[in-house]
């Protein structure tokens, strides 16, 4: 059994070494690289698409890569896979997947297993905590009933690097890990359109309030439960407009909006957040956007605000709303679970919250802001300094070839002293 390290990102290689490589160490040729997602959503997007296209992009010189959803070669309808011997498995040296596959929990073993037994390097990355779904997750009962907290605990055994957003997330499952465990940032390529336009005008003294979430966030909202109403209160409704984004919209295969499960989350978060909420309207709800077009909602948004319930998945869960938020210019108003602590400084890049504090802090902080618009906005502008930096893909994409390197070079050296 190897012996389990945490690695940081913190340079080994610079950009411009890996630029002057000719070949990847310790490799007379391009090193083969299968890129697995589970999807193509949003966590893929961050996670797996985006990132190896920008490594393929910046570092052509270094490997040869193929993406796919489907290195397991399943044909649905035949209920069949392997169709081509698993060609895609064969050809890579180095096969990464990543969350759980939308073919299941039992598929991502069964890639991991492959991968093993054809001697491949795996890489495993997640950006969710599997092992510790908390009670009011709408899909606990999903992952209780297919055992996937094991199915997980199975795959971070059997990787040879493992990859998580952030430090305590890594603290959480380091005894599951056998291989290399390291944490890599969500980061966003900036140079995309949607990451580059500009802020939308508005009245001079309204300030917009927004809350982007998805649609597993039902504990979350009631951490915010009739704010809104009270700051209408105390800063007046006619300074302040709320925006919550992310509405998916109707399942066009359902004869019955009704029966459309995703609808009925977003009706409850409406209840909940404007729990109170008296006069006229100075909310409105917004559609979800595809990834290529997700960051443009931040364009509409002065204060960003997000409430989480505090528990170990939310506690582990990435800062990638600070990257998001920064690159707009827009302060965070968060709870303090996770990582924002990383980044959000009370007063300076927003404001943290504590964990499970009365919504009267959340009152007072948000109405001081509302009252304050260039203060708000000079911590906007701090805050994009520092995600500039940070979070801008295009500058860090890198670090994960340090990781790997480190985790290739300790799984060789384990072999030759086994």
């Excluded at 966030?217 to 009631?222: C, G």
Aim: aromatic fraction near 12%; proline fraction near 4%; include cysteine.
């Amino acid at each position: 059994m190897m012996k389990r390290v945490e690695v940081g990102v913190d340079s080994m290689k610079s950009f411009e070494d890996w630029k002057n490589l000719s070949f990847f160490p310790g490799y007379d040729r391009k090193l083969r690289f299968l890129v697995i997602a589970a999807n193509k959503g949003g966590c893929s997007f961050y996670r797996a698409w985006n990132p190896f296209e920008k490594i393929q992009e910046q570092f052509s010189h270094l490997f040869e890569f193929k993406f796919t959803e489907n290195a397991l070669e399943v044909n649905v309808e035949e209920k069949t896979e392997g169709e081509n011997g698993y060609e895609d498995l064969h050809w890579a040296d180095v096969v990464f997947t990543q969350n759980l596959s939308n073919y299941g929990g039992p598929a991502t073993i069964r890639i991991v297993g492959l991968a093993k037994e054809f001697g491949k390097f795996v890489w495993y990355d997640t950006d969710d905590l599997l092992t510790e779904i908390y009670d009011d997750h709408r899909l606990k009962k999903t992952y209780i009933d297919n055992d996937l907290e094991n199915l997980t605990k199975f795959i971070y055994s059997n990787s040879d690097l493992v990859t998580v957003t952030q430090q305590k997330f890594a603290s959480r499952i380091a005894d599951f890990c056998t291989g290399t465990l390291a944490v890599v940032k969500n980061a966003i390529d900036y140079k995309l359109p949607a990451w580059g336009m500009e802020k939308t005008k508005k009245p001079k003294k309204l300030m917009r309030v927004g809350w982007v979430g998805g649609i597993h966030h039902e504990a979350d909202v009631k951490e915010f439960a009739a704010v809104p109403h009270m700051v209408n209160q105390r800063a007046g409704r006619e300074r302040v407009h709320w925006g919550f984004y992310g509405k998916p919209p109707l399942d066009p295969s359902l004869e019955n909006p009704k029966e459309d499960w995703q609808q009925q989350v977003w009706e409850n978060y409406r209840n909940t957040l404007l729990s109170g909420f008296k006069g006229s309207n100075n909310w409105a709800i917004y559609q979800a956007l595809p990834t290529d077009l997700y960051g443009t909602m931040y364009s509409n948004i002065d204060i960003a605000i997000a409430p989480l319930q505090n528990n170990a998945f939310n506690d582990s869960k990435s800062d990638i709303k600070v990257a998001e938020c920064g690159r707009y210019r827009v302060p965070l108003v968060a709870s303090n679970v996770g990582c924002y602590s990383d980044t959000i400084i009370n007063g300076q890049t927003g404001y943290l919250i504590p964990a499970d504090a009365p919504k009267s802090d959340w009152v007072r902080v948000l109405t001081k802001m509302i009252r304050d618009p260039k203060g708000t906005k000079e911590m906007g502008e701090n805050l994009h300094e520092i995600t500039e930096e940070l979070f801008d893909l295009n500058k860090v994409a890198y670090h994960r070839l340090n990781v790997l390197e480190f985790a290739i070079n300790r799984k060789i050296d384990a072999s030759k002293n086994s």
